[in-house]
Nanobody, 119 residues
Framework: QVQLVESGGGLVQAGGSLRLSCAAS????IGWFRQAPGKEREFVAS????????YYADSVKGRFNISRDNDKNTVYLQMNSLKTEDTAVYYC????????????????WGQGTQVTVSS
């Protein structure tokens, strides 16, 4: 069983930045997802185990950056130019790729961290 622990959420003003962390062991693809109140969970970004490949949802491309430090077993999501519509609970997930980062079977999930962007 893989344990995933997110941290770094909080309250920030629109236009600001936050960096989320996901402590995750094992050789997995790590994805970030988010779920806003009343909405379905949606994909945000993912990164291969080596860190050489990344994939982003169009809504965050150019604003968010995903990276990982395998020596620290940690994946980061740097979120810049935050908008009120980025408000959500953010989850990290560990999975295995079925050939590319667009085809990943996510197996394990963290408990989530709240991000609130105020106007």
């Amino acid at each position: 069983q893989v344990q995933l622990v997110e941290s770094g959420g909080g309250l920030v003003q629109a236009g600001g930045s936050l960096r989320l962390s996901c402590a995750a062991s094992g050789r997995y693809v790590i994805g970030w997802f988010r779920q806003a109140p009343g909405k379905e969970r949606e994909f945000v970004a993912s990164i291969s185990w080596s860190g050489s490949s990344t994939y982003y949802a169009d809504s965050v491309k150019g604003r968010f950056n995903i990276s990982r430090d395998n020596d620290k077993n940690t994946v980061y999501l740097q979120m810049n130019s935050l908008k009120t519509e980025d408000t959500a609970v953010y989850y990290c997930s560990a999975g295995t790729t079925l050939g590319s980062l667009t085809r990943v079977e996510y197996l394990y999930w963290g408990q989530g961290t709240q991000v609130t962007v105020s106007s």
